[in-house]
């Protein structure tokens, strides 16, 4: 958050790129943006580590969840506030994806609009990740959601997203111990009839993303955005 409380942000200053800040303008100029979310209690240092097993044909920019966790009982920070029944509160999913929309009017204004966005989120960032393209449908091109579950209630852009039909890629493990069945269940209702999806089990990775995945994550941005299909 900024300095009034009540609006929820991304740290501009925290965002962790693939590129120096000096390339990312001739970057963008000719190469898609990903932008990358972590999980709950988690860091925006904690997804740049798999840059280098994605594709090198796009600039990746890892975002700081805009909420701290400590409230919560726990370090790093939390895209949404306290879940009730059916996971994060519709309000407070709004207003995560107001935050990275507001950061993309921003970082486009400074370094100019990419070719085409797409979304990768784990857990909480997966659920962006999906979040993001019902708010925006025609602004996404293509999103990863790894361990992540879709939001409840309805969202403005689904009749688009349903028309559009772009690519989702879901990976996960079926014995995940943090995604309950609830979420998983309204998740396989929804996406099926709004993405055109890729959806892949990882047994015995738990809540977690495993190499295998990578590979498969790669080989779909790859195809996704168009690029050339080579791996950094």
Known sequence: MNANDDQVTIDDAAVVWS??????????AEQPLVVVMHGRGSHENDLAQLFPFLPAGCVYASLRAPLSGAPYGMGGF????????NGPERASVDDAVAAVLAWLDRAEGRFGAPPAIAALGFSQGGMMSIELMRAAPHRFAAAVNLS????????????VLAERRP???WGRDAADPIIDAAAIA?????????????????PGIAHSISREELVEVSAFLSEALRLDGSVG
């Open 148 to 159: 992540g579950a879709s939001a409840h209630g309805p969202v403005g852009g689904d009749e």
């Open 167 to 169: 690519p989702l890629f």
């Open 19 to 28: 590129v120096a800040t000096e390339e990312i303008s001739e970057r963008l």
């Open 186 to 202: 309204r998740t396989e209702e929804f996406v099926p009839g709004h993405f055109d999806v890729t959806a892949r089990l990882y």
């Open 78 to 85: 939390t895209w949404f506030t306290a879940s009730g029944a």
